[in-house]
């Protein structure tokens, strides 16, 4: 059943049409280190983290893709551009469900022959799971650069499947295995390239005169903005903001890409073993493509 706002915005022009979202992360590291300490010890470490997610969604489309921005003359309609998104989403509820799967590995073993306590320790982990949600949310015109922002929710379990195995120097070897099920989600608020002349020509609500409020919303949104030029300089990843985000609109479609690898992210999954090695693929990759049908 057709709601209200969905005739009105056929009445308007928009378009029915679909959004596609995939995403895809690779990550991992090894680690191999020696030291003479304590009689030697040699330690090593492989992981692996790995996800793929699909989801096809019904929507409406906005009347012209190829628009960010229309021309306004008043800065009341230029802050209500920037807060329109391009589709009107259907409830998610009877959508098509989400497709993709996620998986982790990790081989961790320290050989210690002079150690007074255990000569060796093994630790072996697997975990195989599905995707359980993929949406995004707040699709609009960014104000930090010439682009869209949105966020992206994912959700996933996996069945972790983990063996323990420690040899004391004198002594019976113990064994165990442990069975745990986990849900993780993935949470990421991408951004185009900052951009100062961008934010700088948006036209900012002029601040509450509460004495509660201590800054104003120019002020909130260069915070962010400084945040999001440390990420892009490869400084740091500052939470779930993600700088990078590029578009490319036809009157028809409209493609939002970001790809970020390298030594700047850290690892989406897993404890702080990832964080011993250098991470090696480090790879992730986020599509939306939005169709007029």
């Known amino acids: 059943m057709m709601d209200v706002t969905e005739a009105e915005l056929l009445e308007q022009g928009w378009r029915r049409g679909t959004l596609e979202i995939r995403v895809m992360v690779e990550q991992g590291g090894t680690l191999r280190e020696e030291t003479t300490a304590g009689g030697g010890t040699e330690t090593s470490i492989a992981w692996s983290f ?3 997610a699909q989801r096809l969604l019904e929507v409406l489309v906005a009347p012209d893709l190829s628009q960010l921005i229309p021309a306004t003359t008043s800065d009341n309609d230029r802050r209500t551009a920037f807060n329109r998104s391009p589709v009107y989403m259907k409830p998610l509820v009877a959508q098509p469900i989400p497709r993709g799967q996620a998986s982790y590995s ?14 060796h320790l093994q630790e072996t982990t697997q975990g195989q799971g599905d995707i359980q949600s993929l949406r995004i949310a707040n699709l609009r015109p960014s104000f930090y650069g010439q682009g869209y922002e949105f966020e992206l929710l994912l959700s996933y379990n996996m069945l972790m499947n983990s063996t323990k195995v420690a040899q004391p120097v004198n002594g019976a070897a113990t064994h165990v295995e442990e069975e745990l099920p986990v849900e993780e989600s993935l949470v990421m608020h991408l951004f185009p390239a900052p951009d100062l002349h961008v934010l700088e ?19 909130v949104a260069m915070d962010t903005f400084r945040a999001l030029q440390d990420a892009a300089a490869g400084v740091t990843l500052i939470g779930e903001l993600r700088p990078g985000l590029q578009w490319a609109g036809e009157k028809d479609r409209l493609t939002l890409s970001y790809s970020l690898s390298g030594n700047s992210q850290p690892p989406l999954f897993g404890d702080i073993t990832g964080l011993a090695t250098r991470i090696e693929p480090n790879r992730v990759e986020v599509d939306v493509i939005i169709k007029a049908l």
């Open 106 to 119: 990790k081989q961790l073993s320290i050989d210690s022959p002079g150690s007074d306590n255990y000569s």
């Open 50 to 52: 790995n996800l793929s």
């Open 201 to 219: 020509s948006y036209p900012f609500a002029l601040p509450t005169s509460s004495p509660s409020d201590t800054s104003s919303p120019r002020d």
